[in-house]
């Protein structure tokens, strides 16, 4: 019961905001592209005030331009600084677009990184021996691959062998 009672008041809060916001919201990416412009569900979540946010949508859903917009309105309203926030995504591809809108367009100077490249930066910055990063990996599997066809051929061979003496003992 005090959990949606605690949901109702966020979400007040959040309409509040919304309208506070509209004006700023209307005119964000003015600059950058006029033809954008943010829809109530991506205006909530900017406006949703945790210190973790996920965003989850299909392709094409302005989940690059939530986050831009997030980002911009942290700095901006929130007063964040930019160099305290992180965004982790799964593709570079990805990664190049936020930095384009976030760094480059709007001049935040955000760290944008994937989830294995950050992941590698705490192990590297956590120990004296980093793991090294492979740079033809195809190859080591393909060696890899063989190495163990040899030796499960070998082994079959040795199992085959050991059977046979079994049997005529």
């Given at each position: ?27 964000m ?11 109530d ?14 965003v ?13 917009a997030?980002?911009n309105?942290?700095i901006e ?19 190049k677009e ?5 760094n480059?367009?709007f ?9 294995h490249k950050f ?6 910055e956590?120990t004296?021996?980093p ?10 599997i393909?060696?890899?691959?063989i190495k163990?066809?040899?030796i ?18």
């Amino acid at each position: 019961m005090e959990n949606k009672s605690c949901e109702k008041t966020k979400e007040l809060e959040i309409n509040e905001k919304l309208k506070h916001e509209k004006e700023y919201f209307d005119n964000m990416f003015k600059k950058t592209d006029p033809n954008i412009l943010l829809d109530d569900e991506q205006r909530k979540i900017i406006l949703t005030d945790e210190n973790y946010l996920m965003v989850i949508a299909g392709a094409g859903a302005g989940k690059t331009t939530t986050i831009t917009a997030k980002v911009n309105y942290l700095i901006e309203k929130q007063n964040i600084k930019a160099n305290e926030i992180v965004i982790i995504t799964f593709t570079n591809k990805a990664v190049k677009e936020l930095q384009e809108r976030i760094n480059k367009q709007f001049g935040h100077k955000v760290k944008i990184t994937t989830f294995h490249k950050f992941g590698y930066e705490i192990i590297r910055e956590n120990t004296n021996n980093p793991p090294k990063i492979i740079e033809n990996p195809e190859e080591i599997i393909k060696k890899y691959i063989i190495k163990e066809t040899t030796i499960t051929k070998e082994l079959k061979k040795y199992l085959k062998i050991k059977k046979t003496i079994i049997h005529k003992k």
